[in-house]
Antibody, heavy 122, light 111 residues
Framework: EVQLAESGGGLVQPGGSLRLSCAAS????????MHWVRQVPGKGLEWISR????????TYADSVKGRFTTSRDNVNNTLYLQMDSLRAEDTAVYYC???????????????WGQGALVTVSS | DIILTQSPDSLPVSLGERATITCKSS???????????LAWFRQKPGQPPELLIY???TRQSGVPDRFSGSGSGTEFTLTISSLQAEDVAVYYC?????????FGGGTKVEI
């Protein structure tokens, strides 16, 4: 069974840092591109980052570029989101999602984690 | 950036009735391979989004056949042929044609 489980969320002060993890299981993690998507409670979905299957080509939304860094560990099947210089407007639930667009039998954004809440407040 | 505009924002529907949601893209998302890079998601309260439709009209495995997607280029539609209680949710369209990936603003389907 495919599972994605985020961890590392919590309360952080403006200007602070936080690292989210997304533990993957039930599939060959190293074959899949992965994404981070966030959602302000009660609002819509915002894509923030993507990383290719081999860890290269991390790309970011303008709203987080230069402050957030996405990486992955294909040995331990874990995706990371390092968030620095956090702002109040970064407060959201952060989801990791699998992208199977280049994997036969899989689909884009076919599995999502349950999300991790990040609250940026003093 | 590609802007996806969904309508309506809110859609009251009776159980068993049809629900239709529209998604308009600011740019063509039909690629040269003749595939529309558009997906639809359902998000129930307190849960992550769930993939319903990809390539604009292909139903994800396990999704009931009351869900269907149509359209091409810049205009797309999600139809729920007979609304069930578990379909009360917010629905999002999403383009994966180009970065930055974007989502529509969402349509809240309620009874």
């Amino acid at each position: 069974e495919v599972q994605l489980a985020e961890s590392g969320g919590g309360l952080v002060q403006p200007g602070g840092s936080l690292r989210l993890s997304c533990a993957a299981s039930g599939f060959t993690f190293s074959k899949y591109w992965m994404h981070w998507v966030r959602q302000v409670p009660g609002k819509g979905l915002e894509w923030i980052s993507r990383i290719k299957s081999d860890g290269s080509g991390a790309t970011y939304a303008d709203s987080v570029k230069g402050r957030f860094t996405t990486s992955r560990d294909n040995v331990n099947n874990t995706l990371y989101l390092q968030m620095d210089s956090l702002r109040a407007e970064d407060t959201a639930v952060y989801y990791c999602a699998r992208d199977g667009i280049y994997v036969i039998g899989s689909q884009p954004f076919d599995y999502w984690g349950q999300g991790a809440l990040v609250t940026v407040s003093s | 950036d590609i802007i996806l505009t969904q309508s309506p924002d809110s859609l009251p529907v009776s159980l068993g009735e049809r629900a239709t949601i529209t998604c308009k893209s600011s740019q063509n998302i039909l690629y040269s391979n003749n595939l529309n890079y558009l997906a639809w998601f359902r998000q129930k309260p307190g849960q992550p989004p769930e993939l319903l439709i990809y390539w604009a009209s292909t139903r994800q495995s396990g999704v009931p056949d009351r869900f269907s997607g149509s359209g091409s280029g810049t205009e797309f539609t999600l139809t729920i042929s007979s609304l069930q209680a578990e379909d009360v949710a917010v629905y999002y369209c999403h383009q994966y044609y180009t970065l930055p990936l974007t989502f529509g603003g969402g349509t809240k389907v309620e009874i």
